[in-house]
């Protein structure tokens, strides 16, 4: 597998290099590759939170990133490590956990990923990704007396997140999804609502990243695939062709059978936050011409339907209208 760095360069074999990618002497750093790479990262991960950073000497962002990291994790004086890749040295880590661009950052804590983000950050954001990870393991019993890392537990810390979210609290949703990873990594209710904090800022790529740390048995949650609808729905808007609204009402008023306009529309509105109207133009198409484009309007609302969730209102109206218009 190609990998690719920032650009859309290719990586090709060099020979490290000295520098601020490198390693300094300190006992919370160290570099690692193939014949290391357990013991250093997934062993050493069961004691404290080991922050894992993949890059490699010909990429500038990661010779910005790397010096951030590693101040951070030696400010954490111990609390959390740090492990160094260069991926021009081992490519096979780097396919088996789908590195495609760097830097990446993966955070393991039980020899399991719990949270990441590609891409250099500024060191305000780096030192709450490496405090998050510092402060989060602490042991012991809530007021409601269940053992931090219990079932009982993570169901309360999620319903707690979903409130926050639900809120507008995006910091308080992340940070409690955050916990629950740290105490049950690849939890894919946690993994989505992560994601979803991240989506719901605007941080597309984090939020596609996080979404590979849920554990291969949790990959088909109903969570999980309503994140995934989600960015398919911002990759959709975002190929879209840019109109206004007006210019497309305009177009529809001239020809109501001009589906291409009626299929944009429908984008924008939902781009815009409007899902009860892309979803009723949406309809208006497959009710007009369902095979049109190879049922892309149909198509966009099963989409549609995956990331709202099977028990939303919305979804259970545009649902009884879709079954109306295709047994009619």
């Known amino acids: 597998m190609a990998l690719i760095g920032p650009g859309g360069r290719p990586v090709t074999s060099s020979p490290a290099q000295n520098g601020a990618t490198s390693a300094p002497s300190s006992p919370h750093i160290k570099d690692s590759g193939l014949a290391t790479f357990a013991a250093d990262v997934l062993e050493a991960s069961r004691e404290v939170p080991v922050i894992v950073d993949f ?39 780097a396919q088996q956990l789908r590195i495609q661009s760097i830097p990446t950052v993966y955070a393991f804590k039980n020899g399991q990923p719990v949270d990441g983000f590609m891409g250099a950050l500024p060191e305000s954001q780096v030192k709450a990704f490496v405090s998050g990870l510092s402060q989060g393991g602490d042991q012991g019993s809530d007021q409601g007396g269940h053992e931090h890392g219990g079932p009982g537990h993570a169901e309360e810390v ?9 809120a507008g609290d995006i910091g308080t949703a992340a940070q409690a999804y955050g916990h629950v990873l740290q105490d049950d990594p690849g939890n894919p209710k946690a993994v989505a609502g992560l994601a979803a904090c991240y989506l719901k800022s605007g941080d597309v790529e984090r939020a596609r990243t996080t979404l590979q740390l849920v554990r291969p048995d949790g990959a088909g949650d109903e969570a999980i695939r309503a994140v995934e609808a989600e960015l398919k729905l911002r990759e959709s808007a975002a190929q879209a062709p840019r109109g206004e609204a007006e210019v497309l009402r305009a177009k529809l008023a001239q020809d109501a059978n001009d589906h291409q306009a009626r299929y944009d529309l429908a984008l924008g509105l939902d781009a815009s936050g409007d899902r009860e109207g892309a979803l009723n133009e949406l309809l208006e198409i497959v009710r007009r011409d369902r095979k049109w484009n190879d049922e892309a309007a149909r198509k966009q609302v099963v989409t549609l339907f995956e990331a709202m969730g099977p ?18």
């Not at 500038?60 to 260069?86: H, I, R, T, Y």
């Not at 979804?315 to 109306?324: C, E, F, P």
């Open 55 to 93: 890059w490699a000497p010909w990429c500038g962002p990661c010779k910005q990133l790397g010096p951030l990291l590693e101040k951070a994790v030696n400010e954490a004086q111990g609390a959390v490590k740090l492990v160094k890749v260069n991926i021009d040295e081992n490519q096979e880590i």
């Open 158 to 166: 999620l319903a707690m997140a979903a409130e926050a979210f639900a």
């Open 311 to 328: 028990t939303d209102p919305k979804t259970l109206d545009a649902r009884r209208k879709l079954s109306a218009i295709l047994f009619s």
